[in-house]
């Protein structure tokens, strides 16, 4: 079931970049929805590993994604699908593994009637909904972009699993807005980067990042980066406000959406304090 | 930002583990908790394979892609060289920067004293050096360990 974890985890990445190259919004749309369901067979495989007491962890492999045309990663991603579909045989849930494979059987014959598209999210052009901006906006916004992208890749992964952890509703009711809100933000930069000719797939999260062996101190150094995050916000939407006012107000909004972030994250905080008596 | 650079950040070189290593290192920010871990397969004195993974910021895995590319099936005396290369040059680049490309060429070092150790003691334990830059401000100006 490890190798079932792996191949949903590396085709629900691989679906999220093909969504932000294509061009075409009724494929984009289908492809998002893909992705999101593929993670979510992520967290029903990983919910089956944790009841059958199974160790674990979020390592994957490199996921190459450069391609001139978008048939080429939607073929590769039907192939890794024909390859999970076979290993899905060795799944000792067979209910999941059945409903996992009427999902594959819809999505393959979806995948295949997607119309091919030429691709630039590679071509490094680095300009933002035909807007040039300055050298030094630019560079900043790239940087902005690669690590904020794989921030919040690393956010989802990691409240993702405390949740998988976690038996407190109010608690998953907390990693779950997290998770959702992490969504978002990665949907949004990732579109961004493949707009601007620069998308990469976030590289694999190391595994003390989310195998947290103290709460309540990730929880107080995620406050203190959440602010640090706003801060990031705040100087890079000063730095673009005086070339292009749209990206300076979305980045504004994303400053102003890490107060709910911080707001969540202290409830929880408060939360396993109370439980842990510190 | 040049095209090389960017080419490397959206698809870093040799990232993650590396599962047939005879060899791993660290480099540690202690200032901040960043570390990186340097994977290396050495076979006669040759890197044969090599891998990094990063707890930090993007400037970390810049440099690690470009560090362990350049590392990669050159001898373990190449790769020190390279490692004193790097260390040498990092007074002439900004402190961020040179904090992120010490805390990486000090991984291979590890790495790389680690293999030869295990040449001795296969049992010897993975070596962690810490880094003396800092990209974190320090209110007394003392910026080395």
Not at chain 2, 105 to 132: C, G, H, V, W
């Amino acid at each position: 079931m490890n190798k079932i974890l792996i191949a949903i985890h590396e085709i629900w990445l691989e679906t999220l970049m093909a969504a932000f190259m294509s061009k075409e919004q009724a494929s984009k749309q289908k492809l998002f929805d893909f992705s999101d369901i593929f993670f979510r067979h992520f967290t029903w495989v990983e919910n089956g590993l944790i009841k059958q007491n199974i160790n674990y962890d979020y390592n994957r492999n490199t996921i190459p994604i450069k391609v001139d045309n978008l048939q080429i990663i939607i073929g590769d991603i039907i192939r890794r699908l024909n390859t999970l579909e076979l290993s899905l045989v060795d799944c000792e849930d067979k209910a999941l593994s059945q409903r996992i494979e009427t999902d594959i059987k819809y999505m393959k014959f979806t995948l295949s009637q997607i119309d091919d598209e030429k691709v630039s999210s590679f071509d490094m052009g680095r300009v933002l909904d035909g807007i040039p901006l300055s050298e030094e906006a630019t560079d900043a916004l790239t940087l902005f972009l690669f690590e904020e992208s794989y921030k919040e890749y690393e956010l989802i992964m990691i409240y993702n699993y405390l949740k998988a952890h976690s038996s407190e509703q109010n608690l998953i009711r907390i990693f779950q807005i997290l998770i959702d809100e992490s969504f978002y933000h990665l949907k949004q930069f990732g579109q961004m980067m493949s707009d601007m000719g620069i998308l990469g797939v976030p590289r694999i999260i190391a595994k003390e990042l989310y195998q947290v062996e103290n709460i309540t101190q990730f929880l107080e150094n995620g406050i203190n980066e959440e602010l640090n995050a706003k801060e990031e916000c705040k100087k890079l939407s000063d730095a673009v406000a005086s070339e292009n006012a749209t990206l300076s107000k979305f980045f504004d909004f994303i400053n102003y959406q890490e107060n709910y972030h911080i707001e969540l994250m202290k409830e929880a905080l408060s939360q396993y304090k109370k439980e842990t008596n510190v | 930002m040049d095209n090389m650079l960017i080419e490397h950040m959206m698809n870093p070189r040799n990232y993650g583990v590396l599962e047939d290593s005879n060899s791993e290192g660290i480099g540690k920010n202690p200032h901040n908790g960043e570390k990186v871990i340097v994977f290396l397969k050495v076979k006669d004195d040759i890197i044969e394979d090599i891998s990094f993974q990063a707890i930090g910021c993007m400037t970390t895995v810049l440099a690690g892609s470009l560090i362990t590319t350049e590392a990669k099936e050159s001898s373990l005396d190449r790769a020190e060289e390279l490692v004193s290369a790097t260390l040498g040059m990092l007074d002439r680049i900004p402190p961020e920067e040179a904090a992120c490309s010490e805390m990486v060429a000090l991984a291979l070092q590890a790495s790389i004293d680690t293999y030869k150790e295990r040449q001795k003691d296969k049992n010897f334990p993975m070596i962690t050096y810490k880094i003396a830059q800092t990209c974190v401000p320090q209110n007394d100006g003392v910026v080395n360990e």
